[in-house]
Nanobody, 126 residues
């Protein structure tokens, strides 16, 4: 059984940085496109970023472009999400999920998710 596990969440002050990681047990993440999502209280889950298996195709939601960076670490089979210049609007539970593909971009990410992690809370506050 495949399980995805997010780590690195917590409390961060506005304007500061945080790095989330996604790892898997029971599967090799290097073989799959991976997406990061977030869900704020009372809101729908939304796609944030997607990276293809090769790492050559990357997509970002408009709300995070220029502040978030998705990357792959092939050596450890992890996918990271670097959050810079955090704002209170970034407060949410963040999830990683295997994607069937990144093609189609952000709008169809939720529909293409195959395996979900349990999520990790990021709180941006003073």
């Amino acid at each position: 059984q495949v399980q995805l596990v997010e780590s690195g969440g917590g409390l961060v002050q506005p304007g500061r940085s945080l790095k989330l990681s996604c790892a898997a047990s029971g599967a090799e993440l290097n073989n799959y496109a991976i997406g990061w999502f977030r869900q704020a209280p009372g809101k729908k889950r939304e796609g944030v970023s997607c990276i293809s298996a090769s790492g050559t195709s990357i997509y970002y939601a408009d709300s995070v472009k220029g502040r978030f960076t998705i990357s792959r670490d092939k050596a450890t089979s992890r996918v990271h999400l670097q959050i810079d210049s955090a704002t209170p609007d970034d407060t949410a539970t963040y999830y990683c999920a295997r994607q069937s593909t990144c093609a189609g971009g952000i709008p169809t990410m939720v529909a293409r998710a195959l395996w979900w992690g349990q999520g990790i809370l990021v709180t941006v506050s003073t």
